[in-house]
């Protein structure tokens, strides 16, 4: 199926591992329609192996427009990367609602508490349901065949540097069906939640060879 380019959404080895001590909260999108940009917030980790070793990648989406907020990239899994990404989206705007896994990252007083000072509600996924978070695992899926198993990266930043001109072209330039055939950026910012011309600028445009296909 990997040859053909086809996988399935399956659950996958937890990369974030919970905390005993840390608290744990509801899933609160069972149900929930989702309407509009900045309703819901998601995040997420997955790895990428490099020529040498690998590292992990994390993501924040909008799940309206699946629009990538923001992004790291580290080499261990302690929760600063995941921070860093936060912070970072949360230049841009603040959601409604912010959804992850029960991994130690995303319950640790650090990141909860970033978020509860926003007055976000934090939901979590139900312990080894993948499909409580779909739109990121779908977003993995759409990395790894689209740019990560086309490459052999050497170095950390050789993969830094790749995936930004991916994530750029996925949010500038990649047409989804369910968005209308309009890209991220455009399903996001139609609805002015935030300014393109915001301090948070997205790599050269035009450097990806691979061309816009579709998603839903």
């Given at each position: 199926m990997k040859i053909l380019g086809l996988e399935a959404v399956y659950p996958k080895p937890w990369l974030s591992k919970p905390a005993k001590d840390h608290k744990k909260y509801p899933y609160l999108l069972r149900d929930v329609v989702i309407e509009r940009p900045d309703h819901v917030w998601s995040t997420d980790i997955t790895y990428?192996?490099?020529?040498?070793?690998?590292?992990?990648?994390?993501?924040?989406?909008?799940?309206?427009?699946?629009?990538?907020?923001?992004?790291?990239?580290?080499?261990?899994?302690?929760?600063?990367?995941?921070?860093?990404?936060?912070?970072?989206?949360?230049?841009?705007?603040?959601?409604?609602?912010?959804?992850?896994?029960?991994?130690?990252?995303?319950?640790?007083?650090?990141?909860?508490?970033?978020?509860?000072?926003?007055?976000?509600?934090?939901?979590?996924?139900?312990?080894?349901?993948?499909?409580?978070?779909?739109?990121?695992?779908?977003?993995?899926?759409?990395?790894?065949?689209?740019?990560?198993?086309?490459?052999?990266?050497?170095?950390?930043?050789?993969?830094?540097?790749?995936?930004?001109?991916?994530?750029?072209?996925?949010?500038?330039?990649?047409?989804?069906?369910?968005?209308?055939?309009?890209?991220?950026?455009?399903?996001?910012?139609?609805?002015?939640?935030?300014?393109?011309?915001?301090?948070?600028?997205?790599?050269?445009?035009?450097?990806?060879?691979?061309?816009?296909?579709?998603?839903?």
């Amino acid at each position: 199926m990997k040859i053909l380019g086809l996988e399935a959404v399956y659950p996958k080895p937890w990369l974030s591992k919970p905390a005993k001590d840390h608290k744990k909260y509801p899933y609160l999108l069972r149900d929930v329609v989702i309407e509009r940009p900045d309703h819901v917030w998601s995040t997420d980790i997955t790895y990428i192996r490099l020529r040498s070793g690998f590292i992990y990648l994390a993501a924040i989406m909008d799940w309206h427009s699946r629009y990538v907020l923001s992004w790291e990239v580290s080499t261990t899994l302690d929760a600063e990367f995941c921070i860093r990404a936060l912070e970072t989206a949360l230049t841009l705007s603040s959601p409604e609602i912010f959804n992850s896994d029960q991994g130690s990252q995303f319950t640790s007083v650090e990141f909860t508490e970033r978020l509860l000072n926003f007055g976000i509600r934090i939901s979590m996924d139900g312990r080894g349901r993948a499909m409580d978070n779909i739109f990121v695992e779908r977003l993995w899926r759409t990395v790894k065949y689209e740019e990560v198993y086309l490459k052999s990266y050497e170095t950390v930043k050789e993969a830094r540097e790749s995936l930004a001109r991916y994530f750029h072209f996925y949010n500038t330039e990649r047409l989804h069906e369910s968005l209308g055939y309009r890209t991220p950026q455009e399903a996001y910012f139609k609805e002015g939640r935030i300014k393109e011309d915001s301090g948070t600028k997205p790599a050269q445009a035009g450097l990806h060879q691979i061309q816009p296909s579709f998603l839903s």
